[in-house]
DNA sequence: CGCGTGATTGAAAAGCATCAACCCAAGTGG
DNA sequence: CCACTTGGGTTGATGCTTTTCAATCACGCG
Protein backbone atom coordinates (compact mmCIF):
# COMPACT_ATOMS: atom_id res chain seq x y z
CA UNK A 1 0.00 0.00 0.00
CA UNK A 2 2.96 2.34 0.42
CA UNK A 3 3.15 3.51 -3.50
CA UNK A 4 -0.93 4.26 -2.77
CA UNK A 5 0.57 6.10 0.14
CA UNK A 6 3.43 8.32 -1.80
CA UNK A 7 1.67 9.08 -4.31
CA UNK A 8 -1.58 10.72 -2.69
CA UNK A 9 1.06 12.24 -0.37
CA UNK A 10 3.03 14.00 -2.86
CA UNK A 11 -0.05 14.98 -4.89
CA UNK A 12 -2.37 15.93 -2.37
CA UNK A 13 -0.81 16.50 1.23
CA UNK A 14 -2.36 13.71 2.45
CA UNK A 15 -1.85 13.14 6.43
CA UNK A 16 -0.82 10.18 7.95
CA UNK A 17 -4.41 8.93 9.79
CA UNK A 18 -5.50 9.44 6.89
CA UNK A 19 -3.18 7.16 5.31
CA UNK A 20 -4.09 4.52 8.04
CA UNK A 21 -7.47 3.98 7.26
CA UNK A 22 -6.54 4.21 3.52
CA UNK A 23 -3.93 0.97 4.41
CA UNK A 24 -7.09 -0.54 6.31
CA UNK A 25 -9.44 -0.42 3.52
CA UNK A 26 -7.83 -3.49 1.47
CA UNK A 27 -8.95 -6.85 1.89
CA UNK A 28 -7.06 -9.28 0.07
CA UNK A 29 -4.49 -9.07 -3.00
CA UNK A 30 -4.64 -10.90 -6.35
CA UNK A 31 -2.41 -11.81 -9.22
CA UNK A 32 -3.11 -11.30 -12.52
CA UNK A 33 -0.95 -13.02 -15.66
CA UNK A 34 0.12 -11.16 -18.18
CA UNK A 35 -2.24 -10.87 -20.98
CA UNK A 36 -5.29 -11.00 -19.44
CA UNK A 37 -7.78 -8.28 -18.29
CA UNK A 38 -8.32 -7.30 -14.92
CA UNK A 39 -11.33 -5.99 -15.51
CA UNK A 40 -13.67 -5.85 -18.31
CA UNK A 41 -15.86 -3.41 -20.29
CA UNK A 42 -19.44 -4.01 -19.14
CA UNK A 43 -18.85 -5.45 -15.75
CA UNK A 44 -20.51 -3.69 -12.79
CA UNK A 45 -17.99 -5.24 -10.00
CA UNK A 46 -18.51 -4.62 -6.70
CA UNK A 47 -14.58 -4.05 -5.57
CA UNK A 48 -12.20 -1.46 -7.18
CA UNK A 49 -8.62 -2.82 -7.91
CA UNK A 50 -5.54 -1.19 -7.03
CA UNK A 51 -2.46 -1.79 -8.70
CA UNK A 52 0.66 -2.76 -6.27
CA UNK A 53 3.22 -4.08 -8.78
CA UNK A 54 3.38 -4.39 -12.59
CA UNK A 55 2.31 -3.13 -15.95
CA UNK A 56 -1.30 -2.43 -17.02
CA UNK A 57 -3.34 -0.31 -19.25
CA UNK A 58 -6.67 1.03 -19.85
CA UNK A 59 -8.28 0.68 -23.26
CA UNK A 60 -11.11 -0.03 -25.19
CA UNK A 61 -11.72 -1.87 -29.04
CA UNK A 62 -14.05 -0.40 -31.06
CA UNK A 63 -16.59 -2.71 -33.26
CA UNK A 64 -14.02 -3.37 -35.68
CA UNK A 65 -12.17 -4.34 -33.06
CA UNK A 66 -9.41 -2.11 -33.14
CA UNK A 67 -7.75 -1.18 -29.66
CA UNK A 68 -7.34 2.38 -28.09
CA UNK A 69 -5.28 2.54 -25.29
CA UNK A 70 -6.01 5.59 -22.78
CA UNK A 71 -3.85 4.96 -20.05
CA UNK A 72 -0.56 3.07 -18.57
CA UNK A 73 -1.24 1.94 -14.97
CA UNK A 74 1.85 2.14 -12.98
CA UNK A 75 1.66 0.83 -9.47
CA UNK A 76 -0.14 3.06 -6.54
CA UNK A 77 -2.84 3.93 -9.80
CA UNK A 78 -6.54 2.69 -9.06
CA UNK A 79 -7.92 0.88 -11.99
CA UNK A 80 -11.50 1.87 -11.36
CA UNK A 81 -12.56 3.92 -9.09
CA UNK A 82 -15.21 5.25 -11.10
CA UNK A 83 -16.88 2.27 -11.51
CA UNK A 84 -17.43 3.01 -6.71
CA UNK A 85 -19.70 5.64 -8.06
CA UNK A 86 -20.96 4.99 -11.75
CA UNK A 87 -20.94 1.60 -11.24
CA UNK A 88 -19.93 -0.06 -14.35
CA UNK A 89 -16.72 -0.35 -16.54
CA UNK A 90 -17.27 1.44 -19.77
CA UNK A 91 -13.44 0.04 -21.11
CA UNK A 92 -11.74 -2.69 -19.88
CA UNK A 93 -8.25 -2.66 -18.20
CA UNK A 94 -5.07 -5.42 -19.30
CA UNK A 95 -1.86 -6.64 -17.78
CA UNK A 96 1.21 -6.26 -19.49
CA UNK A 97 3.67 -7.71 -17.07
CA UNK A 98 2.46 -10.30 -14.01
CA UNK A 99 0.40 -7.90 -11.63
CA UNK A 100 0.04 -7.88 -7.99
CA UNK A 101 -3.79 -5.85 -7.41
CA UNK A 102 -5.17 -4.84 -4.15
CA UNK A 103 -8.74 -5.49 -3.63
CA UNK A 104 -10.98 -2.79 -2.15
CA UNK A 105 -15.13 -3.34 -1.63
CA UNK A 106 -16.44 -0.65 -3.18
CA UNK A 107 -18.59 -0.11 -0.01
CA UNK A 108 -15.21 0.49 1.73
CA UNK A 109 -14.65 3.58 -0.73
CA UNK A 110 -17.72 5.19 -0.53
CA UNK A 111 -18.09 5.08 3.27
CA UNK A 112 -14.74 6.28 3.37
CA UNK A 113 -15.38 9.07 0.88
CA UNK A 114 -18.02 9.96 2.70
CA UNK A 115 -16.60 9.99 6.30
CA UNK A 116 -13.44 11.10 5.17
CA UNK A 117 -13.57 14.37 2.73
CA UNK A 118 -9.72 14.61 2.60
CA UNK A 119 -9.44 11.12 1.17
CA UNK A 120 -12.40 11.82 -1.24
CA UNK A 121 -10.21 15.25 -2.34
CA UNK A 122 -6.68 13.26 -2.80
CA UNK A 123 -8.94 10.73 -4.89
CA UNK A 124 -10.57 13.08 -6.91
CA UNK A 125 -7.67 14.84 -7.72
CA UNK A 126 -5.99 11.77 -8.64
CA UNK A 127 -8.70 11.92 -11.11
CA UNK A 128 -8.55 15.01 -12.62
CA UNK A 129 -4.87 14.43 -13.23
CA UNK A 130 -5.83 11.71 -15.46
CA UNK A 131 -8.35 13.58 -17.15
CA UNK A 132 -6.07 16.64 -17.83
CA UNK A 133 -3.59 13.29 -18.89
CA UNK A 134 -6.33 12.66 -21.16
CA UNK A 135 -7.44 15.88 -22.88
CA UNK A 136 -3.25 15.99 -23.47
CA UNK A 137 -3.31 12.50 -25.34
CA UNK A 138 -6.35 14.11 -27.53
CA UNK A 139 -4.32 16.78 -28.43
CA UNK A 140 -1.52 14.85 -28.94
CA UNK A 141 -3.59 12.61 -31.07
CA UNK A 142 -5.63 15.03 -32.94
CA UNK A 143 -3.24 17.30 -33.76
CA UNK A 144 0.38 16.37 -34.05
CA UNK A 145 1.98 14.63 -36.59
CA UNK A 146 3.26 10.49 -35.66
CA UNK A 147 7.01 10.74 -34.93
CA UNK A 148 5.98 13.97 -32.72
CA UNK A 149 2.95 11.95 -31.13
CA UNK A 150 5.73 9.42 -30.08
CA UNK A 151 8.20 11.69 -28.98
CA UNK A 152 5.51 13.66 -26.74
CA UNK A 153 4.23 9.99 -25.51
CA UNK A 154 7.65 9.39 -24.31
CA UNK A 155 8.52 12.95 -22.83
CA UNK A 156 5.38 12.38 -20.80
CA UNK A 157 6.10 8.55 -19.29
CA UNK A 158 9.37 10.11 -18.47
CA UNK A 159 8.50 13.13 -16.50
CA UNK A 160 5.89 10.96 -14.50
CA UNK A 161 8.82 8.20 -13.61
CA UNK A 162 11.37 10.94 -13.28
CA UNK A 163 8.67 12.44 -10.92
CA UNK A 164 8.21 9.34 -8.49
CA UNK A 165 12.16 8.54 -8.25
CA UNK A 166 14.51 7.73 -10.88
CA UNK A 167 16.65 5.44 -11.06
CA UNK A 168 18.96 6.25 -14.62
CA UNK A 169 18.81 9.79 -15.63
CA UNK A 170 17.63 9.86 -19.48
CA UNK A 171 16.14 6.09 -19.75
CA UNK A 172 13.12 3.88 -18.14
CA UNK A 173 11.75 0.83 -19.06
CA UNK A 174 9.10 0.82 -21.16
CA UNK A 175 7.79 -3.04 -21.10
CA UNK A 176 5.42 -3.07 -24.03
CA UNK A 177 5.82 -4.27 -27.52
CA UNK A 178 5.55 -1.77 -30.27
CA UNK A 179 1.76 -2.54 -31.61
CA UNK A 180 0.56 -1.17 -27.55
CA UNK A 181 2.53 1.69 -28.59
CA UNK A 182 0.35 1.82 -31.76
CA UNK A 183 -2.42 1.06 -30.01
CA UNK A 184 -1.81 4.32 -27.84
CA UNK A 185 -0.72 6.93 -30.25
CA UNK A 186 -3.64 5.95 -32.59
CA UNK A 187 -1.32 4.53 -35.52
CA UNK A 188 -0.64 1.14 -37.02
CA UNK A 189 2.38 -0.95 -35.74
CA UNK A 190 4.23 -0.62 -38.84
CA UNK A 191 4.10 3.68 -38.93
CA UNK A 192 5.16 3.21 -35.55
CA UNK A 193 8.54 1.04 -36.21
CA UNK A 194 9.26 3.32 -39.32
CA UNK A 195 9.08 6.68 -36.82
CA UNK A 196 10.55 5.33 -34.17
CA UNK A 197 12.97 4.29 -36.78
CA UNK A 198 13.01 8.49 -37.79
CA UNK A 199 13.38 9.75 -34.22
CA UNK A 200 16.46 7.19 -33.41
CA UNK A 201 18.23 8.73 -36.37
CA UNK A 202 17.47 12.06 -35.69
CA UNK A 203 19.53 11.06 -32.16
CA UNK A 204 16.05 12.09 -30.05
CA UNK A 205 15.25 8.95 -28.57
CA UNK A 206 15.80 5.07 -28.91
CA UNK A 207 13.57 2.30 -28.26
CA UNK A 208 15.31 -0.83 -28.12
CA UNK A 209 14.30 -4.31 -25.85
CA UNK A 210 12.25 -2.43 -23.70
CA UNK A 211 14.30 0.81 -22.50
CA UNK A 212 13.42 3.86 -24.22
CA UNK A 213 16.73 6.55 -23.80
CA UNK A 214 16.60 9.86 -24.01
CA UNK A 215 20.08 11.43 -25.02
CA UNK A 216 19.15 14.87 -24.37
CA UNK A 217 15.75 15.38 -22.77
CA UNK A 218 15.20 18.95 -22.94
CA UNK A 219 15.90 18.56 -26.64
CA UNK A 220 13.45 15.95 -27.25
CA UNK A 221 10.40 18.17 -25.05
CA UNK A 222 11.34 20.63 -27.32
CA UNK A 223 10.70 19.08 -30.68
CA UNK A 224 7.56 17.30 -29.15
CA UNK A 225 5.96 20.75 -27.60
CA UNK A 226 6.32 19.30 -24.88
CA UNK A 227 5.13 20.89 -21.57
CA UNK A 228 4.85 18.90 -18.07
CA UNK A 229 2.69 22.02 -16.56
CA UNK A 230 -0.73 19.44 -17.25
CA UNK A 231 0.36 16.59 -15.24
CA UNK A 232 0.44 18.68 -12.03
CA UNK A 233 3.36 17.22 -10.67
CA UNK A 234 4.12 20.30 -8.32
CA UNK A 235 0.92 21.43 -7.02
CA UNK A 236 1.29 25.20 -6.08
CA UNK A 237 1.86 26.69 -2.48
CA UNK A 238 -1.67 28.17 -1.94
CA UNK A 239 -3.69 24.85 -2.66
CA UNK A 240 -1.23 22.84 -0.45
CA UNK A 241 -2.53 24.97 2.17
CA UNK A 242 -5.95 24.53 1.85
CA UNK A 243 -5.53 20.78 1.06
CA UNK A 244 -3.17 19.89 4.54
CA UNK A 245 -5.04 21.75 6.74
CA UNK A 246 -2.08 24.35 6.58
CA UNK A 247 -0.35 22.94 9.70
CA UNK B 1 -29.07 28.05 -10.98
CA UNK B 2 -31.71 25.43 -12.03
CA UNK B 3 -29.68 23.90 -15.39
CA UNK B 4 -27.01 22.81 -12.77
CA UNK B 5 -29.89 21.49 -10.24
CA UNK B 6 -31.40 19.76 -13.03
CA UNK B 7 -28.29 18.07 -13.87
CA UNK B 8 -27.33 16.94 -10.42
CA UNK B 9 -30.60 15.32 -10.02
CA UNK B 10 -30.89 12.98 -12.33
CA UNK B 11 -27.12 12.06 -13.13
CA UNK B 12 -26.13 12.00 -8.68
CA UNK B 13 -29.82 11.73 -7.11
CA UNK B 14 -28.85 14.87 -5.13
CA UNK B 15 -31.84 16.11 -2.59
CA UNK B 16 -33.22 19.51 -2.28
CA UNK B 17 -31.59 20.22 0.70
CA UNK B 18 -28.07 20.10 -1.10
CA UNK B 19 -29.35 22.13 -3.84
CA UNK B 20 -29.96 24.96 -1.88
CA UNK B 21 -26.66 25.27 -0.45
CA UNK B 22 -25.49 24.91 -3.74
CA UNK B 23 -27.69 27.65 -4.93
CA UNK B 24 -26.42 30.22 -2.02
CA UNK B 25 -22.86 29.61 -3.39
CA UNK B 26 -23.31 31.70 -6.67
CA UNK B 27 -21.68 35.27 -6.06
CA UNK B 28 -22.29 37.06 -9.29
CA UNK B 29 -23.23 36.43 -12.66
CA UNK B 30 -21.13 37.56 -15.95
CA UNK B 31 -21.53 38.01 -19.37
CA UNK B 32 -19.38 36.93 -21.91
CA UNK B 33 -19.51 37.55 -25.96
CA UNK B 34 -19.20 35.11 -28.67
CA UNK B 35 -15.61 34.31 -29.39
CA UNK B 36 -14.16 35.54 -26.34
CA UNK B 37 -11.83 33.64 -23.64
CA UNK B 38 -13.65 32.61 -20.26
CA UNK B 39 -10.89 31.25 -18.87
CA UNK B 40 -7.24 30.82 -19.95
CA UNK B 41 -4.22 28.19 -20.02
CA UNK B 42 -2.42 29.34 -17.35
CA UNK B 43 -4.40 31.06 -15.21
CA UNK B 44 -4.35 30.45 -11.83
CA UNK B 45 -7.99 31.96 -10.74
CA UNK B 46 -9.58 32.16 -7.58
CA UNK B 47 -12.88 31.69 -8.73
CA UNK B 48 -15.14 28.89 -10.78
CA UNK B 49 -17.19 29.54 -13.55
CA UNK B 50 -20.51 27.57 -13.92
CA UNK B 51 -22.21 28.07 -17.78
CA UNK B 52 -26.03 29.25 -16.73
CA UNK B 53 -26.56 30.04 -21.02
CA UNK B 54 -24.75 29.69 -24.01
CA UNK B 55 -22.44 27.79 -26.04
CA UNK B 56 -19.30 27.16 -24.85
CA UNK B 57 -15.56 24.96 -25.17
CA UNK B 58 -12.85 23.38 -23.80
CA UNK B 59 -9.66 23.52 -25.99
CA UNK B 60 -6.04 23.94 -26.31
CA UNK B 61 -3.26 24.86 -28.53
CA UNK B 62 -0.40 23.15 -29.70
CA UNK B 63 3.27 25.46 -30.21
CA UNK B 64 2.58 25.43 -33.80
CA UNK B 65 -1.12 26.85 -33.44
CA UNK B 66 -3.26 23.95 -33.62
CA UNK B 67 -6.28 23.47 -31.60
CA UNK B 68 -7.75 20.83 -30.40
CA UNK B 69 -11.20 20.65 -28.41
CA UNK B 70 -11.69 18.43 -25.85
CA UNK B 71 -15.33 19.40 -24.89
CA UNK B 72 -18.81 21.21 -25.51
CA UNK B 73 -19.90 22.96 -22.24
CA UNK B 74 -24.25 23.24 -22.38
CA UNK B 75 -25.84 25.05 -19.47
CA UNK B 76 -25.29 23.05 -16.48
CA UNK B 77 -21.56 22.69 -17.13
CA UNK B 78 -18.55 23.87 -14.62
CA UNK B 79 -16.36 25.18 -16.56
CA UNK B 80 -13.22 24.39 -14.36
CA UNK B 81 -14.28 22.76 -11.46
CA UNK B 82 -10.77 21.35 -10.99
CA UNK B 83 -9.34 24.72 -10.65
CA UNK B 84 -10.55 24.80 -7.42
CA UNK B 85 -8.60 21.52 -6.86
CA UNK B 86 -5.80 21.34 -8.57
CA UNK B 87 -5.29 24.92 -9.07
CA UNK B 88 -4.08 26.29 -12.35
CA UNK B 89 -5.80 26.28 -15.66
CA UNK B 90 -4.06 23.39 -18.02
CA UNK B 91 -6.26 24.64 -21.02
CA UNK B 92 -8.59 27.32 -22.13
CA UNK B 93 -12.46 27.92 -22.34
CA UNK B 94 -14.21 29.77 -25.12
CA UNK B 95 -17.53 30.86 -26.27
CA UNK B 96 -19.25 30.61 -29.02
CA UNK B 97 -22.55 32.14 -28.87
CA UNK B 98 -22.94 34.80 -25.56
CA UNK B 99 -22.62 33.25 -22.36
CA UNK B 100 -24.51 34.09 -19.00
CA UNK B 101 -21.76 32.45 -16.41
CA UNK B 102 -21.90 32.24 -12.77
CA UNK B 103 -19.59 32.69 -10.66
CA UNK B 104 -18.26 31.23 -7.33
CA UNK B 105 -15.76 31.18 -5.33
CA UNK B 106 -12.70 28.89 -5.23
CA UNK B 107 -13.07 28.46 -1.39
CA UNK B 108 -16.48 28.15 -1.43
CA UNK B 109 -16.60 24.94 -3.74
CA UNK B 110 -13.74 23.42 -0.84
CA UNK B 111 -15.46 24.25 2.14
CA UNK B 112 -18.77 23.29 0.41
CA UNK B 113 -17.23 19.85 -0.55
CA UNK B 114 -15.71 19.58 2.60
CA UNK B 115 -19.09 19.67 4.71
CA UNK B 116 -21.21 18.29 2.01
CA UNK B 117 -19.95 14.61 1.13
CA UNK B 118 -23.28 14.70 -1.04
CA UNK B 119 -22.32 17.56 -2.96
CA UNK B 120 -18.41 16.95 -3.43
CA UNK B 121 -19.62 12.84 -4.52
CA UNK B 122 -22.04 14.80 -7.26
CA UNK B 123 -19.55 17.13 -8.42
CA UNK B 124 -16.71 14.52 -9.04
CA UNK B 125 -19.25 12.08 -10.78
CA UNK B 126 -20.01 14.91 -13.20
CA UNK B 127 -16.13 14.69 -13.46
CA UNK B 128 -16.10 10.78 -13.92
CA UNK B 129 -18.66 11.58 -16.78
CA UNK B 130 -16.52 13.96 -18.30
CA UNK B 131 -13.82 11.51 -18.35
CA UNK B 132 -15.65 8.87 -19.93
CA UNK B 133 -16.45 10.96 -22.89
CA UNK B 134 -13.10 11.94 -23.12
CA UNK B 135 -11.75 8.63 -23.30
CA UNK B 136 -14.44 8.06 -26.40
CA UNK B 137 -13.17 11.11 -27.68
CA UNK B 138 -9.69 9.58 -27.71
CA UNK B 139 -10.93 5.73 -29.17
CA UNK B 140 -13.21 7.85 -31.81
CA UNK B 141 -9.93 9.95 -32.65
CA UNK B 142 -7.48 7.50 -32.53
CA UNK B 143 -9.24 4.49 -34.30
CA UNK B 144 -12.45 5.60 -36.27
CA UNK B 145 -12.25 6.83 -40.00
CA UNK B 146 -13.21 10.32 -40.69
CA UNK B 147 -16.87 9.98 -41.64
CA UNK B 148 -17.98 7.75 -38.91
CA UNK B 149 -16.25 9.93 -37.05
CA UNK B 150 -17.80 12.91 -37.26
CA UNK B 151 -20.80 10.25 -37.08
CA UNK B 152 -20.04 9.12 -33.57
CA UNK B 153 -19.81 12.66 -32.64
CA UNK B 154 -23.32 13.52 -33.54
CA UNK B 155 -24.52 10.44 -31.84
CA UNK B 156 -23.52 11.19 -28.70
CA UNK B 157 -24.33 14.88 -28.82
CA UNK B 158 -27.52 14.06 -30.02
CA UNK B 159 -28.14 11.66 -26.91
CA UNK B 160 -26.56 14.10 -23.93
CA UNK B 161 -29.42 16.29 -25.76
CA UNK B 162 -32.35 14.29 -25.82
CA UNK B 163 -31.89 12.99 -22.42
CA UNK B 164 -32.34 16.40 -21.28
CA UNK B 165 -35.11 16.14 -22.77
CA UNK B 166 -35.66 17.15 -26.76
CA UNK B 167 -37.79 19.35 -28.30
CA UNK B 168 -37.32 17.66 -32.14
CA UNK B 169 -36.52 14.27 -32.56
CA UNK B 170 -34.08 13.58 -34.70
CA UNK B 171 -32.50 16.91 -34.81
CA UNK B 172 -30.66 19.66 -33.01
CA UNK B 173 -28.83 22.94 -33.24
CA UNK B 174 -25.12 22.66 -33.00
CA UNK B 175 -23.91 26.48 -33.12
CA UNK B 176 -20.64 25.88 -34.41
CA UNK B 177 -18.70 26.42 -37.62
CA UNK B 178 -16.95 23.46 -39.57
CA UNK B 179 -13.84 24.59 -38.50
CA UNK B 180 -13.83 24.13 -35.08
CA UNK B 181 -15.94 20.40 -35.77
CA UNK B 182 -12.83 20.15 -37.76
CA UNK B 183 -10.71 20.56 -34.49
CA UNK B 184 -12.89 18.57 -32.40
CA UNK B 185 -12.07 16.10 -34.99
CA UNK B 186 -8.88 15.88 -35.36
CA UNK B 187 -9.50 16.42 -39.13
CA UNK B 188 -8.87 19.62 -41.57
CA UNK B 189 -12.47 22.13 -41.75
CA UNK B 190 -11.80 20.72 -46.00
CA UNK B 191 -11.97 16.94 -44.87
CA UNK B 192 -14.92 17.91 -42.80
CA UNK B 193 -16.76 19.02 -45.22
CA UNK B 194 -16.36 16.56 -47.46
CA UNK B 195 -17.24 13.96 -44.76
CA UNK B 196 -20.09 15.97 -44.07
CA UNK B 197 -21.04 15.69 -47.93
CA UNK B 198 -20.69 12.00 -48.10
CA UNK B 199 -22.58 11.28 -45.04
CA UNK B 200 -25.04 13.35 -46.33
CA UNK B 201 -25.61 12.03 -49.71
CA UNK B 202 -25.81 8.46 -47.67
CA UNK B 203 -28.63 10.08 -45.96
CA UNK B 204 -27.34 9.74 -42.71
CA UNK B 205 -26.15 12.62 -41.16
CA UNK B 206 -27.33 16.76 -42.41
CA UNK B 207 -25.06 19.92 -41.21
CA UNK B 208 -27.12 22.94 -42.62
CA UNK B 209 -27.54 26.30 -41.26
CA UNK B 210 -26.02 25.39 -37.64
CA UNK B 211 -28.85 22.51 -37.59
CA UNK B 212 -27.84 18.66 -37.46
CA UNK B 213 -30.59 16.10 -38.34
CA UNK B 214 -30.45 12.67 -38.23
CA UNK B 215 -33.27 10.87 -40.33
CA UNK B 216 -33.16 7.14 -38.88
CA UNK B 217 -31.12 7.89 -35.56
CA UNK B 218 -30.68 3.88 -35.28
CA UNK B 219 -29.09 3.74 -38.42
CA UNK B 220 -27.09 6.17 -37.91
CA UNK B 221 -25.83 5.41 -34.22
CA UNK B 222 -25.11 1.20 -36.01
CA UNK B 223 -23.05 3.11 -38.75
CA UNK B 224 -21.05 5.47 -36.07
CA UNK B 225 -19.93 1.66 -33.73
CA UNK B 226 -22.07 4.39 -30.89
CA UNK B 227 -22.90 3.16 -27.77
CA UNK B 228 -23.89 5.47 -25.60
CA UNK B 229 -23.12 3.10 -22.18
CA UNK B 230 -20.29 5.75 -21.74
CA UNK B 231 -22.42 8.83 -20.70
CA UNK B 232 -23.83 6.84 -18.05
CA UNK B 233 -26.93 8.55 -18.87
CA UNK B 234 -29.53 6.42 -16.47
CA UNK B 235 -27.41 5.43 -13.47
CA UNK B 236 -28.05 1.43 -12.25
CA UNK B 237 -30.74 1.23 -9.78
CA UNK B 238 -27.94 0.03 -7.13
CA UNK B 239 -25.95 2.82 -7.13
CA UNK B 240 -28.86 5.44 -6.86
CA UNK B 241 -29.51 3.78 -3.58
CA UNK B 242 -26.11 4.78 -1.93
CA UNK B 243 -26.30 7.87 -3.78
CA UNK B 244 -29.63 9.31 -2.18
CA UNK B 245 -29.31 8.03 0.97
CA UNK B 246 -31.41 5.01 -0.02
CA UNK B 247 -35.06 6.89 1.10
C1' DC C 1 16.05 -27.52 -34.67
C1' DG C 2 11.55 -25.77 -35.47
C1' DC C 3 8.28 -22.51 -33.84
C1' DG C 4 6.16 -18.19 -32.46
C1' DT C 5 6.15 -13.52 -31.26
C1' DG C 6 7.62 -9.22 -32.26
C1' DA C 7 10.53 -6.10 -35.20
C1' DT C 8 11.72 -4.53 -39.72
C1' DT C 9 11.41 -3.42 -44.51
C1' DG C 10 9.29 -2.81 -49.30
C1' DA C 11 5.66 -1.65 -52.48
C1' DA C 12 1.17 -0.08 -53.51
C1' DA C 13 -3.08 2.12 -52.36
C1' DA C 14 -5.98 4.83 -49.62
C1' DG C 15 -6.86 8.66 -46.70
C1' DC C 16 -6.15 13.16 -45.58
C1' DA C 17 -3.98 17.82 -45.70
C1' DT C 18 -2.81 21.79 -48.19
C1' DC C 19 -3.30 25.35 -51.46
C1' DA C 20 -6.16 28.04 -54.05
C1' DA C 21 -10.26 29.38 -56.00
C1' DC C 22 -15.00 30.50 -55.88
C1' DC C 23 -19.66 30.91 -53.97
C1' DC C 24 -23.07 32.62 -50.89
C1' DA C 25 -25.54 35.21 -47.47
C1' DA C 26 -25.44 38.70 -44.07
C1' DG C 27 -23.94 42.85 -42.70
C1' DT C 28 -22.04 47.83 -43.34
C1' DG C 29 -21.25 52.23 -44.96
C1' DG C 30 -21.61 55.66 -48.55
C1' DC D 1 -30.23 51.30 -52.41
C1' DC D 2 -26.15 49.39 -53.85
C1' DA D 3 -21.13 48.50 -53.82
C1' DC D 4 -18.12 46.43 -50.63
C1' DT D 5 -16.60 43.55 -47.15
C1' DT D 6 -16.43 39.46 -44.44
C1' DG D 7 -16.99 34.92 -42.45
C1' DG D 8 -18.29 30.58 -43.67
C1' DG D 9 -19.06 26.93 -46.89
C1' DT D 10 -17.87 24.29 -51.17
C1' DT D 11 -15.00 22.39 -54.69
C1' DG D 12 -10.82 20.94 -57.50
C1' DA D 13 -6.04 19.65 -57.95
C1' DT D 14 -1.90 18.03 -55.97
C1' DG D 15 1.15 15.74 -52.89
C1' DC D 16 2.35 14.06 -48.50
C1' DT D 17 1.12 10.89 -44.73
C1' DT D 18 -0.37 6.78 -43.20
C1' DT D 19 -2.38 2.25 -43.88
C1' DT D 20 -2.45 -2.18 -45.74
C1' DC D 21 -0.55 -6.31 -47.45
C1' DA D 22 3.20 -9.15 -47.62
C1' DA D 23 7.57 -10.83 -46.86
C1' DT D 24 11.71 -11.26 -44.22
C1' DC D 25 14.42 -11.12 -40.09
C1' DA D 26 15.81 -11.74 -35.10
C1' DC D 27 15.53 -14.09 -31.07
C1' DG D 28 14.08 -16.78 -27.04
C1' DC D 29 12.24 -21.28 -26.01
C1' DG D 30 10.52 -26.11 -25.80
Not at 25 to 44: F, L
Request: some cysteine; glycine content about 6%; proline content about 6%.
Amino acid sequence: MEVLARKLQTLAGIRDVDLAVLSAASSDVRTIEPGEDIISEGENPETVFLVLSGFAFRYKLTEEGDRQVFAYLLPGDFCDLHVALLGRMDHSIGTISPCRIAVISRQTIITLTEEHPRIARALWLCNLVDGATLREWLLNIGRRPAHQRLAHLFCEIYARIAAVGLTTPGSFSLPIPQAVLADTVGMSDVHVNRSLRVLREAGLVTFRKQIVSIPNVPELESYAGFDPAYLHLRPPEDRLAFETGAD
